[in-house]
């Protein structure tokens, strides 16, 4: 009789030294032993940094990040794609953002950045976040850990990184544990919460329901079915090439340990789920998936679960139910990037409804963390969150732009704050990538890589610099 345990007990053990030797096992080993701490925070004040990553689809067009109140020679130089820098607190801020406004002083719009070493069209996958070509969601073109999973190492938790994602099939939401679009290592997926209920269920067990923390759940249940998927069509290299998302059953013991001995701090920051997402949450509506990811996300940050979230809050296929204004409406957002309006409100009118309340989320979790002390100020001013378009400037995209709208407390070591910052256009000197913005976001935080991701095969044919960080993003 072949139990759960036994299966993957077995499979682990089928590739023995080989799934020891990969880096996310190695990370989440260390991650479990004591001094999880690790060596870089007490050379920062004994205070750790937080990143959070909010990818959206269907691009962010250049436009729509422009500053409304532009004189006519900013106006100008903006729309030309020239280098230039505005002080925020001197204009107004797009419809969709001005729930920021309160946070002027501690948001960098950065305009200019390019991916095009990345795919661009309607999905990005894996690549945006390791910047390289990665082909059709394919496993063999993950090059490298992405930047979440290289921030996260920097400074360790015990579950090292979490993601979070809110997806679907157009008509119906995917729930459960389900392959994620980040990679811990290279040829290596991670896995993702796609639902709020499973996110709770799965983070803050230790909490409420402890028996369950030592016996079979829904991370092993997923393993079994990766690992059945693995014997059943994968033979040869193409097996190693898939993930061993946790190299073991003792090392997910191991951390249930760890987390435990924090069962006190979880409970206080423990976020409460409503009864519309058990099971999934089918009838739950958008903005309601979003408030309840929101309180996840959070909490987990708040607990010490993590450092590093990456949040997919949107995809192409994600359906949009009870959007304001549009209540009675499931709506397509492919359908939305073909200019295909809904109860006669047309798509540009919807894409920032969708996009304003994305924002909302953004700054709900800024004011959460603004409300937890830590040292002499509170959780925001160690952290870091960044709201972009996964796949570039436009629902066809060719990756010439990636906007980030960017929310960092003081202590980030990020000279950007309160700001708009326009790079100069791809092609041309002084042009930077989305590579050029992980190295400088590796360098400010302890990384001294001189350079993340691949570059820029245009670039390149032009001779242009394109290494290291962005000099003058850098505290």
């Known amino acids: 009789m072949h139990t759960r345990r036994s299966f993957l007990t077995k499979s682990m053990l089928g590739v023995g030294s080989l799934a020891m030797a990969r880096p996310f096992a190695t990370s989440l080993a260390a991650q479990v032993q004591d001094g999880v701490e690790g060596v870089l925070p007490s050379l920062l004040g004994g205070q750790v940094r937080r990143f959070v990553f909010i990818r959206k689809s269907n691009g962010i067009r250049p436009k729509e990040v422009a500053l409304p109140t532009f004189t006519q ?14 002080d925020l607190r001197d204009h107004e801020l ?11 002083d501690q948001l960098g719009i950065l305009q200019g950045l390019s991916c095009k070493m990345s795919e661009n069209g309607h999905w990005s996958y894996s690549s945006v976040m390791g910047a390289y070509k990665s082909g059709r969601n394919s496993l063999s073109g993950i090059k490298r850990a992405t930047i979440d999973f290289e921030l996260a190492k920097l400074f360790p ?10 997806t679907g099939n157009y008509a119906n939401w995917r729930t459960g544990i389900v392959p994620g679009y980040s990679a811990p290592a290279p040829h290596q997926r991670n896995y993702c919460y796609a639902d709020p209920q499973t996110a709770y269920n799965e983070l803050f067990k230790t909490i409420i329901d402890p028996g369950s923390v030592n016996s079979d759940n829904a991370m092993l249940e997923f393993m079994q079915k990766d690992e059945a998927f693995k014997a059943e069509v994968l033979k040869g290299y193409e097996e190693l090439k898939l993930s061993n998302h946790i190299a073991s059953i003792d090392q997910i013991q191991a951390r249930n340990k760890k987390l435990e001995a924090m069962a006190d701090k979880i409970k206080t920051h423990l976020p409460k789920i409503d009864p519309v997402h058990q099971g999934g949450g089918e009838n739950a509506t958008t903005p309601e998936k979003q408030k309840a990811m929101t309180d996840i996300l959070v909490a987990a940050l708040a607990t010490g679960l993590t450092n590093a979230i990456t949040y997919t809050i949107d995809e192409l296929s994600t359906p949009i139910k009870g959007l304001k204004g549009n209540e009675a409406d499931r709506i397509s957002i492919h359908e939305l990037g073909h200019d295909g309006g809904y109860s006669g409100i047309p798509a540009d009118v919807i894409r920032e409804k969708i996009r304003t309340d994305h924002i909302a989320q953004v700054k709900t979790i800024v004011d959460k963390l603004k409300a937890i002390p830590e040292g002499k100020g509170n959780m925001f001013d160690n952290t870091v969150i960044m709201y972009f378009p996964e796949n570039g400037e436009s629902h066809h995209s060719h990756g010439i732009e990636a906007p980030f709208i ?5 202590n980030c070591a990020l000279n950007m704050l309160g700001r708009y910052t326009r790079l100069p256009r791809h092609g041309t000197e002084g042009h930077k990538t989305i590579g050029n913005w992980y190295t400088t976001l590796l360098n400010a935080h302890g990384n001294p ?10 670039m390149e044919r032009l001779k242009l610099d394109q ?9």
Do not use: C, N, R
Not at 94 to 104: G, H, I, N, R, V
């Open 449 to 458: 890589i001189e350079h993340y991701g691949d570059f820029d095969i245009e």
């Open 73 to 86: 020679e900013q106006a100008k130089a903006d729309a030309q794609k020239q280098a230039m820098q505005v």
């Open 157 to 166: 938790s015990p579950f090292g990184h979490v993601e979070l994602s809110l």
């Open 94 to 104: 797009p419809t969709w953002l001005q729930a920021l406004d309160p946070y002027k």
């Open 467 to 475: 290494k290291g960080a962005i000099k003058q993003l850098l505290s």
């Open 406 to 410: 960017v929310m960092a407390g003081d």
